[in-house]
């Protein structure tokens, strides 16, 4: 199994920043794309950002110019830096990553535990 274990939610103003971290424990698999969805309370769970193996991205229009979603190279861990955060903003946050086992075709999505993001205005 892929297992995501996501660093980094907490409290904030508006208008300062935050950057959340995930590390994917994925051994015996190939992960692909890799990102962050939210759901605020109510709501449904939304796509946040997504950057593909070969750096494609992909954001919500709320978010653009102010996230970057990054990948490090070689490594199956994404970054998700919250610049100008609004209230707005606030929900918790899952890692995702879509992964298949090596020698199999099928892609599976996967879901970090969430991490609180609260923006206080």
């Known amino acids: 199994q892929v297992q995501l274990v996501e660093s980094g939610g907490g409290l904030v103003q508006a208008g300062e920043f935050l950057r959340l971290s995930c590390a994917a424990s994925?051994?015996?698999?190939?992960?692909?794309?890799m990102g962050w969805y939210r759901q605020a309370p109510g709501k449904q769970r939304e796509l946040v950002a997504l950057?593909?193996?070969?750096?494609?991205?992909n954001y919500e229009d709320s978010v653009v110019g102010r996230f970057v979603v990054s990948r490090d190279p070689g490594k199956n861990t994404v970054h998700l830096q919250m610049s100008s955060l609004k209230s707005e903003d606030t929900a918790v946050y899952f890692c995702?990553?879509?992964?298949?086992?090596?020698?199999?075709?099928?892609?599976?999505?996967?879901w970090g535990q969430g991490t609180q993001v609260t923006v206080s205005s």
């Open positions: 995702y990553a879509a992964a298949r086992r090596l020698g199999r075709s099928n892609m599976m999505n996967y």
């Open positions: 994925a051994r015996g698999f190939i992960v692909d794309s």
């Open positions: 950057i593909n193996n070969d750096g494609r991205t």
